[in-house]
């Protein structure tokens, strides 16, 4: 078994550090440019439970008109002056902005509930307090947020009809397929969630007793956090938010390490109404960060576009592109598709021939990277992680490679992965990773997936279907794929009991095979 111990402790030394410089910086920097038009107010949220706010008007509010109102809640663990920079922007441009510090986090009271009712209640009565005390119109109303803030606004979407537009920003419609995809537990993403909630709020003994499971891998209480997420989920009230009707806007990084694409594109799959997707390189709200400086910014100039059209009635032209919008890891430009199916419509499968056995217990070299760091890279540098491909040990990892490619291939959408696995333990843990592997043999990750079992037969083969993260990814021509499965992976908890074994085998009337989505050329 893993040490999930161990990952809490490193990696919460690096959430405390980042959180507390983010929170420093963006109390700051966004600050020093506040006008007389901002008023810093006191809100009773949910039960009188008091919320720290902001309120920002327009130049022109002078009490004769009405303006468009936007809510934004805060992203985890940081303040409400978060959102100052885009808030004056967007005041500038007509409209009412509230920001407002979540429950449990900084000086608003309460104690944190993750998305729970109560914070769904506290957008409502932030709602009901702006139209109450600014020149804020009950008929256009729209709510924002980054992470945490995405999360809570689709949520508040979904049970407040007054809510008529969201812009969702790299934030989640199904928690537990974010945390907690694959039955395996991301460790890395939770203790970041973790340590900076310690540092910058209270969490409340609930949510305290879901982390303390979530580490320990308690099965007895899995169905219990299943349904606790599921509670968080908007995924869950999806068709209240269809009947609702608002207007929808999400946008996510490809490798977002806390709220993986994969989630966002099935959840978007299942809205009827006015709905926009747009995923970009970089990891959990990295893609956001510069406009938060007042910086140009393309997800935030799309969120003014979204308003604008759905609330100001703007003929902006935003409803007649492409609602799908996604920006290559390789490439700089944007490419438009009609919905999420067209995006990686073609496929290639490569053959996962033969019968392979690996040990378990031992990281073989392959992994997804560092939680943040790698694909800040990626964004910035287009240096994912590697791995010599050649070098990996095969007694720990199982390879297959594709053909050399010809052309280019241009990777868009989900990789799947379909396999036969006998293990020699009733549980265990794979992890499947992507590889981009140039005529050196060194492998750029392209995805990776976890996937755990439990209460399996030992020697008895069972099929196994999983999705990769989904991405966008530029194979070079001259390169090939490879596929690479091994146990440990410092980013998730793994269940491999000492000793196990994984074999992976390709029955002929089933055979196995990765399914690789590649975009029309």
Do not use: C
Request: without cysteine.
């Amino acid at each position: 078994m893993g040490h999930p111990r161990k990952a809490l402790r490193t990696t919460t030394v690096g959430a405390v550090s980042a959180t507390l410089i983010a929170g420093g910086a963006l109390g700051l920097a966004p600050a020093a440019q506040a006008t007389d038009a901002v008023r810093f107010v006191d809100i009773a949220g949910d039960g009188g439970t008091v919320l720290k706010a902001n309120v920002v008007t327009p130049p022109a509010a002078d009490g004769s008109r009405r303006f468009p109102l936007i809510v934004l809640p805060t992203s985890w663990g940081l303040p409400q002056v978060e959102y100052l920079a885009q808030a004056q922007k967007l005041a500038n441009s007509g409209y009412v902005v509230v920001t407002y510090n979540v429950r449990g986090f900084w000086q608003s009271g309460g104690q944190i509930e993750v998305a729970g009712p109560p914070d769904t209640a506290d957008a409502s009565k932030v709602i009901d307090w702006a139209l109450a005390n600014t020149p804020s119109d009950a008929r256009h109303i729209g709510m924002a947020g980054v992470s945490y803030g995405a999360g809570i606004s689709l949520l508040a979407a979904a049970h407040d009809k007054r809510i008529k537009a969201v812009a969702s920003l790299s934030g989640w419609a199904d928690l537990i397929d974010s945390i907690y995809s694959g039955r395996t537990q991301h460790v890395e993403a939770a203790a970041v969630l973790d340590g900076a909630s310690l540092v910058t709020g209270r969490q409340s003994a609930e949510v305290r007793q879901i982390f303390d499971n979530f580490y320990a891998s308690n099965l007895s209480k899995e169905q219990e956090m299943i349904d606790w997420g599921k509670k968080r989920s908007a995924v869950t009230y999806v068709d209240q938010l269809n009947q609702n009707g608002a207007a929808v806007l999400m946008a996510n990084a490809w490798g977002d390490t806390v709220f993986a694409p994969n989630q966002y594109a099935d959840f978007y799959e299942k809205l009827t109404g006015p709905k926009r997707l747009e995923f970009r390189p970089g990891d959990h709200a990295t893609a956001e960060i510069p406009g938060l400086f007042g910086l140009p910014n393309d997800v935030w100039t799309d969120t003014e576009r979204w308003f604008d059209h759905y609330l100001k009635g703007e003929d902006n032209g935003i409803d007649r592109e492409e609602p799908v919008q996604l920006k290559s890891r390789s490439t700089g430009g944007y490419e438009g598709y009609p919905d999420w199916k067209s995006v990686g419509a073609t496929r290639k499968k490569i053959a996962l021939s033969g019968t392979t056995t690996i040990h378990t217990n031992v990281d073989s070299g392959a992994d997804g990277g560092i939680v943040f760091l790698s694909s800040i890279l990626d964004q910035i540098a287009q240096a994912p992680p590697m791995a010599s491909i050649p070098l990996l040990p095969r007694r720990w990892a199982a390879v297959w490679q594709s053909e050399k490619y010809r052309t280019a291939q241009q990777v868009r959408g989900t990789a799947k992965l379909h396999t036969t696995l006998t293990p020699t333990k009733e549980s265990g843990t794979l992890v499947a990773y992507l590889y981009d592997v140039g005529p050196l043999g060194l492998g750029k990750l392209v995805s990776n997936a976890p996937y755990t079992f439990h209460g399996r037969t030992p020697g008895e083969p069972f099929d196994v279907d999983l999705d990769l993260f989904s991405t966008a990814y530029d194979v070079p021509a001259g390169h090939r794929l490879a596929l690479v499965v091994d146990t440990v992976d410092p980013l998730y908890i793994e269940h491999n009991p000492s000793g196990a074994q994984l074999t992976f085998s390709s029955p002929a009337n089933d055979p196995s095979y990765v399914s690789i989505p590649l975009r029309e050329q």
